[in-house]
């Protein structure tokens, strides 16, 4: 375990959504799709990159078809374990398929006030906030910008959340909020003054871009110019899809993971072909539509079983994934949002998922909430506590103090009691307590869940950037701005 | 026997089979019926059906969409010939529907489009990443008089008020009306870019339609 974090690692369960056939067949569908319906690719540099290495070119239309070869030789380059750098080295993660690290969710449009509890559009400073509040659980390995600054210029948002995150947290930064080129050049240059130099940006990458395919079969082309600069300089980059069954994928679950993995790993090829072993992960959160109105669920038991095949499909590729978990319907922290939160979250854990996306939203990763951020916490430790399975040996079979006791009484007064009994999972927001006390408080899990937050907030002090590099960041933006 | 054939129609529109619509209109052509009888008799009663259905919670989306298609396929065999007439279908307004510049969020457009053709809207939907003059320019070309927008992004969203703005500069609101939409789209918003109307989803944005072109 890193400083002051918690990650879910050795895993005692098991569970097997996919055979090994499933996934060749699925592999094979991916390669047919690429091969013969071809996938968009809108930027004038990947089809270059795509021409330059044998794929059949459609400039017209964007597409290009590529041979099974050539994706297959080019995903074989990918890097299958790296670390993502935090600003405290004791912080850093690492996506070697044996760690499950915790993010938060990101790039919501609203949340509720941690005081007022009232709905309003986000701003820098819930930037600000939820980072500190991140930095001092222990569940929450790395950020994912988490809302959208919407009292910064459009031009340079992306660059004054990372800003905010970095100087009120050591962890990790991911980053969905950069998608055009100028504020990926800015967010390289900031990655490279946090490392040290451009040139050290591969060893200790602060910084990691997560971008979305277009689905169907697409890219969009402000991402793929940004993922492109980012790895060549060895920011960890993934592409996520989000084919959702019915609307932008099949409405059969395998088509759907056919129709993403293709997507994600057209994507991830011309990244290798562009710059053979830049660290990439495969990104996903692929769910179902509502049939009645289109939305986008994520929640439900095909999101769960998504969330349990991808990883075999990474592991399949072998390079980290980063799944999507946790992302509910539901408008308050409710029985939907605990319910799909800890379905979510275990079955995308249970495969070893790298990266675990991610805590803190309501309402289709729209609107932040403090509590849901807290009790998304205790759902993953609930789960990390769960993945360590049952051990079975001589101490924990507990023969002595079974003898001691005998049949009748009890075992609060065995030693062996004693020393294990810090094992026990305890929770900070279940509710346990006798009737009437609940009946003359009538509070609950949302009610300590944002107690808690508050008081982090209240009291966590983060290690400070250095003054000098928070002015340098400045700087960048700023030349943003102008511009 | 012309019941009959109203039936069929009515059923191809419910299947949500375009081979069989188009069919069918082509049959009506032949047996010299008012095409607007076999659109008012025949398809449109299928559209209300599964219009009603979905309204119920019965239909889906993917039932919606087809009768929509079958629909179209029944109507581009019928028009043509009610123009040798000199007639046309009364629609409800002519809608110009895009996602806007820079923001490729496709779905959402896309259902609220295929509401207000069910509902009886001419739609032309321009599809994603659309500039506030190709949006423009298209409402002008068609003589539409609604212009609906989507913005998923918080970063894209402003160019909702460009096209705004510049419709104002040209005078040409009232005439076209704009409704708006998309995830972060908040009264707000709405208000502080002085759109005509928003909504938050598909069945809200054929009642703001319904509304702003006064036929509610
Ligand atoms: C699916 C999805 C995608 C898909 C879209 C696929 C497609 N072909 O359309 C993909 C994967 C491509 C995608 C990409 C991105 N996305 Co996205 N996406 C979503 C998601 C999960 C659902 C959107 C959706 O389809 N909903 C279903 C439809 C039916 O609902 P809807 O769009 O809201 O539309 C309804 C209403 O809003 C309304 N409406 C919509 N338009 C209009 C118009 C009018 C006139 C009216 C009256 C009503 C109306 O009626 C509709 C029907 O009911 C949302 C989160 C969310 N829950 O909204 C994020 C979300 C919108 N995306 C987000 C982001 C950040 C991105 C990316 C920038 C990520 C990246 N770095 O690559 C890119 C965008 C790139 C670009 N330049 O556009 C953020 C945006 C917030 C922000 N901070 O700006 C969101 C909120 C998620 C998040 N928290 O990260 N995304």
Same mark, same amino acid.
């Given at each position: 375990?890193?400083?002051?974090?918690?990650?879910?690692?050795?895993?005692?369960?098991?569970?097997?959504?996919?055979?090994?056939?499933?996934?060749?067949?699925?592999?094979?569908?991916?390669?047919?799709?690429?091969?013969?319906?071809?996938?968009?690719?809108?930027?004038?540099?990947?089809?270059?990159?795509?021409?330059?290495?044998?794929?059949?070119?459609?400039?017209?239309?964007?597409?290009?078809?590529?041979?099974?070869?050539?994706?297959?030789?080019?995903?074989?380059?990918?890097?299958?374990?790296?670390?993502?750098?935090?600003?405290?080295?004791?912080?850093?993660?690492?996506?070697?398929?044996?760690?499950?690290?915790?993010?938060?969710?990101?790039?919501?449009?609203?949340?509720?006030?941690?005081?007022?509890?009232?709905?309003?559009?986000?701003?820098?400073?819930?930037?600000?906030?939820?980072?500190?509040?991140?930095?001092?659980?222990?569940?929450?390995?790395?950020?994912?910008?988490?809302?959208?600054?919407?009292?910064?210029?459009?031009?340079?948002?992306?660059?004054?959340?990372?800003?905010?995150?970095?100087?009120?947290?050591?962890?990790?930064?991911?980053?969905?909020?950069?998608?055009?080129?100028?504020?990926?050049?800015?967010?390289?240059?900031?990655?490279?003054?946090?490392?040290?130099?451009?040139?050290?940006?591969?060893?200790?990458?602060?910084?990691?871009?997560?971008?979305?395919?277009?689905?169907?079969?697409?890219?969009?082309?402000?991402?793929?110019?940004?993922?492109?600069?980012?790895?060549?300089?060895?920011?960890?980059?993934?592409?996520?899809?989000?084919?959702?069954?019915?609307?932008?994928?099949?409405?059969?679950?395998?088509?759907?993971?056919?129709?993403?993995?293709?997507?994600?790993?057209?994507?991830?090829?011309?990244?290798?072909?562009?710059?053979?072993?830049?660290?990439?992960?495969?990104?996903?959160?692929?769910?179902?539509?509502?049939?009645?109105?289109?939305?986008?669920?994520?929640?439900?038991?095909?999101?769960?079983?998504?969330?349990?095949?991808?990883?075999?499909?990474?592991?399949?590729?072998?390079?980290?994934?980063?799944?999507?978990?946790?992302?509910?319907?539901?408008?308050?922290?409710?029985?939907?949002?605990?319910?799909?939160?800890?379905?979510?979250?275990?079955?995308?854990?249970?495969?070893?998922?790298?990266?675990?996306?991610?805590?803190?939203?309501?309402?289709?990763?729209?609107?932040?909430?403090?509590?849901?951020?807290?009790?998304?916490?205790?759902?993953?430790?609930?789960?990390?506590?769960?993945?360590?399975?049952?051990?079975?040996?001589?101490?924990?079979?507990?023969?002595?103090?079974?003898?001691?006791?005998?049949?009748?009484?009890?075992?609060?007064?065995?030693?062996?009691?004693?020393?294990?009994?810090?094992?026990?999972?305890?929770?900070?927001?279940?509710?346990?307590?006798?009737?009437?006390?609940?009946?003359?408080?009538?509070?609950?899990?949302?009610?300590?869940?944002?107690?808690?937050?508050?008081?982090?907030?209240?009291?966590?002090?983060?290690?400070?950037?250095?003054?000098?590099?928070?002015?340098?960041?400045?700087?960048?933006?700023?030349?943003?701005?102008?511009? | 026997?012309?019941?009959?054939?109203?039936?069929?129609?009515?059923?191809?529109?419910?299947?949500?089979?375009?081979?069989?619509?188009?069919?069918?209109?082509?049959?009506?052509? @032949? =047996?010299?019926?008012?095409?607007?009888?076999?659109?008012?008799? %025949?398809? /449109? $009663?299928?559209? *209300?059906?599964? +219009? !009603?259905?979905?309204?119920?919670?019965?239909?889906?989306?993917?039932?919606?969409?087809?009768?929509?298609?079958?629909?179209?396929?029944?109507?581009?065999?019928?028009?043509? @010939? =009610?123009?040798?007439?000199?007639?046309?279908?009364?629609?409800? %307004?002519? /809608? $110009?529907?895009? *996602?806007?510049? +820079? !923001?490729?969020?496709?779905?959402?457009?896309?259902?609220?489009?295929?509401?207000?053709?069910?509902?009886?809207?001419?739609?032309?939907?321009?599809?994603?990443?659309?500039?506030?003059?190709?949006?423009?320019?298209?409402?002008?070309?068609?003589?539409?008089?609604?212009?609906?927008?989507?913005?998923?992004?918080?970063?894209?969203?402003?160019?909702?008020?460009?096209?705004?703005?510049?419709?104002?500069?040209?005078?040409?609101?009232?005439?076209?009306?704009?409704?708006?939409?998309?995830?972060?789209?908040?009264?707000?918003?709405?208000?502080?870019?002085?759109?005509?109307?928003?909504?938050?989803?598909?069945?809200?944005?054929?009642?703001?339609?319904?509304?702003?072109?006064?036929?509610?």
């Amino acid at each position: 375990m890193s400083k002051n974090i918690k990650t879910i690692s050795n895993p005692k369960i098991k569970l097997e959504v996919l055979t090994q056939d499933d996934v060749k067949k699925i592999h094979e569908a991916t390669l047919q799709i690429i091969e013969k319906v071809g996938v968009r690719f809108p930027s004038k540099r990947a089809l270059e990159i795509w021409a330059a290495n044998g794929a059949d070119v459609d400039y017209e239309k964007k597409i290009v078809r590529v041979k099974p070869q050539i994706i297959e030789d080019a995903i074989k380059k990918a890097p299958p374990a790296y670390k993502l750098a935090a600003r405290d080295p004791q912080q850093d993660l690492q996506l070697d398929g044996n760690h499950v690290n915790l993010g938060t969710d990101g790039c919501g449009v609203e949340i509720l006030d941690i005081n007022t509890g009232e709905k309003r559009t986000s701003c820098l400073q819930d930037v600000r906030d939820i980072a500190r509040v991140a930095d001092a659980t222990e569940e929450v390995a790395f950020h994912w910008v988490s809302l959208s600054a919407q009292d910064t210029p459009v031009e340079s948002r992306g660059l004054h959340e990372l800003k905010a995150v970095w100087e009120n947290s050591t962890k990790h930064v991911q980053t969905e909020s950069v998608y055009n080129v100028e504020e990926a050049k800015a967010a390289i240059e900031m990655a490279a003054i946090l490392a040290g130099g451009k040139g050290n940006i591969r060893e200790r990458p602060m910084l990691s871009l997560m971008q979305c395919t277009a689905p169907p079969l697409g890219h969009d082309g402000g991402s793929l110019d940004a993922a492109l600069l980012a790895a060549e300089v060895g920011i960890p980059t993934g592409f996520m899809t989000m084919a959702a069954c019915a609307t932008t994928g099949p409405i059969t679950l395998a088509g759907d993971l056919a129709v993403g993995n293709a997507e994600v790993i057209a994507g991830t090829a011309l990244l290798q072909l562009a710059f053979p072993g830049a660290p990439v992960f495969y990104a996903a959160a692929q769910t179902a539509s509502d049939l009645r109105n289109g939305s986008y669920t994520g929640g439900g038991p095909e999101d769960f079983l998504f969330g349990a095949a991808t990883n075999i499909l990474a592991d399949f590729y072998n390079i980290p994934l980063s799944m999507g978990a946790f992302a509910t319907g539901a408008k308050e922290p409710n029985w939907q949002a605990g319910l799909e939160g800890g379905l979510s979250s275990f079955m995308a854990s249970v495969v070893m998922s790298d990266m675990l996306l991610g805590c803190g939203f309501l309402h289709g990763s729209r609107i932040w909430s403090f509590a849901e951020m807290m009790m998304d916490c205790e759902i993953f430790s609930i789960v990390h506590k769960m993945m360590q399975g049952i051990v079975v040996n001589e101490e924990t079979l507990a023969m002595d103090a079974i003898a001691a006791v005998g049949p009748g009484g009890h075992y609060l007064g065995q030693k062996h009691t004693r020393k294990h009994m810090r094992e026990l999972f305890m929770p900070q927001f279940m509710d346990r307590r006798p009737y009437s006390e609940w009946e003359t408080k009538k509070d609950d899990a949302r009610d300590w869940a944002l107690a808690k937050a508050r008081k982090t907030l209240k009291e966590h002090q983060p290690d400070p950037l250095d003054a000098k590099i928070s002015a340098e960041f400045e700087k960048i933006i700023k030349s943003v701005e102008k511009k | 026997m012309l019941e009959e054939l109203y039936k069929e129609m009515a059923q191809s529109i419910i299947d949500g089979d375009s081979d069989i619509s188009a069919e069918l209109a082509q049959k009506a052509v @032949e =047996l010299k019926m008012h095409p607007l009888d076999a659109i008012t008799n %025949g398809f /449109v $009663v299928g559209v *209300t059906y599964i +219009g !009603d259905q979905f309204g119920k919670g019965e239909a889906f989306l993917p039932e919606l969409v087809m009768a929509g298609e079958a629909m179209k396929a029944a109507i581009a065999v019928l028009e043509p @010939e =009610l123009l040798k007439l000199g007639e046309s279908r009364e629609m409800l %307004g002519r /809608v $110009v529907l895009a *996602t806007v510049e +820079g !923001d490729i969020h496709e779905i959402g457009k896309t259902l609220v489009g295929t509401m207000l053709s069910a509902s009886g809207f001419e739609v032309i939907d321009l599809g994603v990443d659309q500039p506030a003059d190709k949006i423009i320019g298209k409402a002008l070309e068609v003589n539409a008089n609604l212009i609906g927008m989507s913005a998923l992004l918080t970063t894209t969203m402003v160019r909702q008020r460009e096209v705004i703005e510049e419709l104002d500069k040209e005078g040409l609101r009232p005439r076209i009306k704009v409704m708006v939409g998309g995830a972060p789209i908040t009264k707000d918003w709405v208000d502080k870019i002085k759109a005509d109307g928003y909504s938050e989803d598909a069945i809200g944005a054929v009642k703001v339609a319904k509304q702003l072109v006064g036929k509610e």
